[in-house]
């Protein structure tokens, strides 16, 4: 066997193709490989698909595999077909997708490296541009998604993530059921699930048969779902509320801490549960004597422990036990309690309905920690478009072929 045989064996050749001749340059490890077709061959018409005459040809190259370590680049002159039907068109070759300067097999790996690390990092291994790299993975997830069924889609999550430093945000929907990102879109306000309901339309879903749906409490979301999703019974975010709770408790631990020097450094004893407390938190929460003492950050915080414990409650006590919960909270005399109690009552239908729903948004706690460890190590994305392709390779459960079967 040659090297022509050897390559035309190796890159899979069907006739017409063939390889004409490889030109190695040691010095720029470098491989040309040229191909080309004999004189005569008929190519089928991109369009119809019908047998067509070549017309003229044009100059093509592309990146291919690397052979060993060196750069490794397709050489063909690549037909225009005339077809009687359909004019004059640039015939496909079997080795790359029309318009791109890349082979499928280097499509393939690209793909597979940025779903495994940064894409700059990605680039950097395949000694190309990350732009180049992003339109890769950008078409492969577009061309993806066209092909998804979303005709099932009945309960959905909804959550921002923040895209860079600052305030650009994000918003992720799930199917809870499926487990999988559905659709993101820039912003968090309540035309991302006007977007959002189209998308499902064009996917084969209904916005009308979406019966549950998870969120945090912003007017924003509840807005849109109201508006775009008009059947869904939406259910605030446990973790979203309890984070609320947490929070108040923060507050009045920094209000207590000016005056008491003893809550120095008490943060996260107080903001964690006690079963994932360290061991040098525990001696903090074992000084402070947690639980015989008169500071209101104690108070704050038995308050807090005591509305994690609702979602223990059997699903017909939920309504009492928050009654109680309320009434406690608010004459605590602790300002930030009261108010967060009260923004819970005004939420408690959304925050009771997961006794009915059993929905939350763990799946895109899930997600956002996925994508915020991506962000965090490719320094930020320069656009929203390479944030939500991101998404969709790390969530989107997408079928990413690449390669014809
Ligand atoms: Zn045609």
């Not at 680049?73 to 359909?86: E, I, N, Y």
């Not at 894409?119 to 395949?126: C, D, Q, T």
């Not at 108040?248 to 020097?261: G, H, I, L, S, Y």
Request: glycine letters at 6%.
């Amino acid at each position: 066997m040659d090297g022509k045989e050897l390559f035309q064996a190796a890159l899979g050749l069907l006739p017409p193709w063939q390889v004409e001749g490889c030109c190695f340059d040691e010095k720029a490890s470098r491989l040309d490989i040229h191909l080309n077709f004999p004189r005569g061959s008929s190519f089928k018409c991109p369009v119809c698909q019908g047998a067509g005459k070549v017309h003229d040809t044009l100059e093509k190259t592309w990146r291919h595999l690397n052979f060993f370590q060196h750069e490794t680049h397709l050489h063909a002159r690549t037909p225009r077909v005339d077809c009687a039907q359909c004019g004059v068109h640039l015939a496909a070759v079997p080795w790359a997708r029309p318009g791109s300067g890349f082979t499928l097999l280097f499509e393939a790996l690209a793909l597979v490296l940025v779903q495994s690390m940064p894409v700059s990092a990605a680039a950097r291994v395949v000694g190309e541009h990350d732009t180049l790299l992003w339109r890769i993975a950008t078409h492969y997830v577009d061309q993806a998604r066209a092909k998804e069924d979303f005709s099932g889609v009945c309960k959905v999550g909804v959550d921002e993530t923040a895209s860079r430093r600052g305030h650009k945000y994000v918003s992720i929907f799930v199917d809870v059921v499926r487990r999988k990102v559905l659709f993101a879109t820039p912003g968090k306000d309540a035309a991302t699930v006007a977007a959002f309901a189209s998308d499902l339309k064009a996917h084969g879903g209904d916005p009308e048969a979406v019966t549950e749906a998870s969120a945090d409490m912003s007017q924003a979301f509840s807005k849109g779902i109201a508006e775009s999703l008009p059947n869904a019974k939406v259910t605030f975010d446990k973790f979203h509320v309890v984070k609320l709770v947490n929070d108040a408790v923060d507050e009045v631990r920094r209000m207590e801490q000016k005056t008491n020097p003893e809550l120095k450094k008490s943060r996260y004893v107080w903001l964690k549960n006690p079963e994932n407390l360290t061991a040098g938190q525990w001696e903090k929460f074992d000084g402070l004597d947690v639980v015989n003492s008169n500071l209101k950050t104690a108070r704050a915080y038995a308050i807090r422990l005591s509305f994690q414990e609702l979602f223990n409650q059997p699903a017909d006590l939920a309504r009492p036990y928050l009654d109680k919960w309320y009434y406690w909270a608010t004459h605590s005399r602790l300002a930030p309690m009261v108010k967060v109690a009260k923004t819970i009552r005004l939420h408690q239908d959304g925050i009771l309905r997961w006794f009915t729903s059993g929905i939350n948004n763990g799946i895109l706690e899930g997600v956002n920690s996925l994508v915020q460890a991506a962000k965090a190590k490719a320094r930020g994305y320069r656009s929203h478009k390479n944030l939500i392709t991101m998404i969709y390779l790390i969530a989107g459960k997408l079928d990413l072929k690449v390669l014809p079967t």
